[in-house]
Nanobody, 125 residues
Framework: QVQLVESGGGLVQAGGSLRLSCVASGFTLDYYTIGWFRQAPGKEREGVAC????????YYVDSVKGRFAISKDKAKNTVYLQIDRLKPEDTAVFYCGTVMQVGRTCVMVPTDDYWGQGTQVTVSS
């Protein structure tokens, strides 16, 4: 079955950390450019980070720089999102999915290839 499955979300206190996982099955994740998005209640989905296929160059939206880190493990066919110093405003459903790449640079524009169902992150103050 071809799919992306996110995990690692949960309820944490402000200041804590989480590592989200995006596991691919049925296809090789490294052949694709992968992005993490989040959608808070009542808000539009927001792209937060992406990682390019091949050399793994990364991009972060300004609001998460210094706290979020995206990485991939080719052997595990998995992309991770490490989130440190969590804030209540990080509360959202986090999704991973395929995004565009221009040259070696990933771009936070979703494609229709693969998307997961999301994992809930809730940060208490």
């Amino acid at each position: 079955q071809v799919q992306l499955v996110e995990s690692g979300g949960g309820l944490v206190q402000a200041g804590g950390s989480l590592r989200l996982s995006c596991v691919a099955s049925g296809f090789t994740l490294d052949y694709y450019t992968i992005g993490w998005f989040r959608q808070a209640p009542g808000k539009e989905r927001e792209g937060v980070a992406c990682i390019s296929s091949g050399d793994g160059s990364t991009y972060y939206v300004d609001s998460v720089k210094g706290r979020f880190a995206i990485s991939k493990d080719k052997a595990k066919n998995t992309v991770y999102l490490q989130i440190d110093r969590l804030k209540p405003e990080d509360t959202a459903v986090f999704y991973c999915g395929t995004v565009m790449q221009v040259g070696r640079t990933c771009v936070m524009v979703p494609t229709d290839d693969y998307w997961g169902q999301g994992t809930q992150v809730t940060v208490s103050s």
